[in-house]
């Protein structure tokens, strides 16, 4: 009886270090930060008091939070149906026989440099390309009648453009390699049966590509969607949330209320309404990654 008790409890004990660190790390952290967002003065004062849902009447009153909201919804959209399709367009490319073997190896190491560089790197490298005498500026006073003196990081019309497309930059590597994985594995009979019964290339791509991709593309878009919607270290190295809010989303919105106002209620509670979110989305995620493996 010990031997077989033994054997039903060996996988939680295997996991009971993986499950330790969760709970202290993540667990704990996201029951406070809940528990701060019903508090007055939470982490400053050593006894502060309950006020229920006051602080998230005062969040939504808050015109910062809603601009933050806006660019947040701008930003994430933006971002990854750009990804979708800059991603798609690559890996269609890269599975091409129209390239050679050599060409399609260079071509995949140019296209997933920008994945590979860390929020640091990207950061400081757009930033240097971005200044007023930087080489996109450069670039520019090669033609004529074009504005030669733009300061692309610090001027709310464009400031948000600039970052979303940073992001793309970004981030479409990450789609390419997952769409490339799928279009290997949809078999060639199916397109050469759609040859036969008279489907051009438009019809095949949106009837037998499309549908065969459709777990993947929904199971990466809803990721893209989580992180995306998180992103802070590019955002915050480039702008800072400005020039005058411009770029602030919703993460640098929560960062500013607990690190610069100090007011760690109100980082708490925009900061659970973003979990919320998240975690309906990753609810849609594991019932899609159900369906697939069903």
């Not at 029951?31 to 050593?46: E, L, N, R």
């Not at 400081?124 to 007023?132: F, G, N, T």
């Not at 791509?205 to 590019?234: C, E, G, H």
């Not at 929560?254 to 990753?282: G, N, R």
Request: net charge positive; aromatic share 14%.
């Amino acid at each position: 009886m010990n031997i077989l008790a033994g054997k039903k409890s060996a996988p939680y004990r295997y996991l009971l270090p993986t499950i330790t660190l969760m709970i202290v790390f993540m667990v704990v952290p996201i029951f406070m930060v809940v528990t701060y967002s019903f508090a007055d003065k939470a982490v400053i004062s050593k006894n502060p008091s309950f006020v229920g849902l006051e602080n998230y009447y005062k969040l939504f009153k808050d015109s910062n939070y809603w601009k933050s909201v806006y660019n947040t919804i701008i930003f994430v959209a933006v971002s990854v149906i750009a990804h979708m399709v800059i991603g798609m367009l690559f890996a269609i490319l890269l599975n091409s026989k129209y390239f050679s073997v050599r060409t399609k190896t260079i071509a995949r190491v140019i296209y997933i440099l920008p994945w590979v560089f860390t929020a640091s790197v990207v950061a400081i490298l757009w930033k240097l390309m971005l200044q007023p005498s930087g080489i996109i500026n450069y670039i520019l006073s090669l033609f004529p009648h074009v504005n030669r003196d733009t300061e692309w990081l610090s001027d709310r019309a464009i400031a948000l453009p600039v970052i979303c497309f940073i992001n793309i930059w970004c981030g479409y590597p990450f789609y390419m390699i997952s769409i490339l994985a799928g279009l290997q594995g949809i078999s060639e009979d199916l397109y050469e049966s759609a040859a036969i019964d008279g489907a051009n290339d438009i019809k095949r791509f949106f009837s037998i590509t499309i549908p065969q991709l459709k777990p993947i593309l929904i199971s990466i878009a809803m990721l893209d969607f989580i992180w995306t919607l998180q992103s802070f270290n590019v955002i915050w190295m480039l702008t800072g949330g400005g020039p005058v809010n411009a770029t602030q989303t919703l993460s640098i919105y929560i960062y500013k209320l607990a690190f610069q106002k100090v007011d760690y209620s109100m980082a708490s509670t925009s900061a659970t309404i973003l979990l919320i979110v998240c975690i309906i989305v990753a609810i849609f995620y594991v019932r899609q990654q159900k369906k697939v493996r069903s």
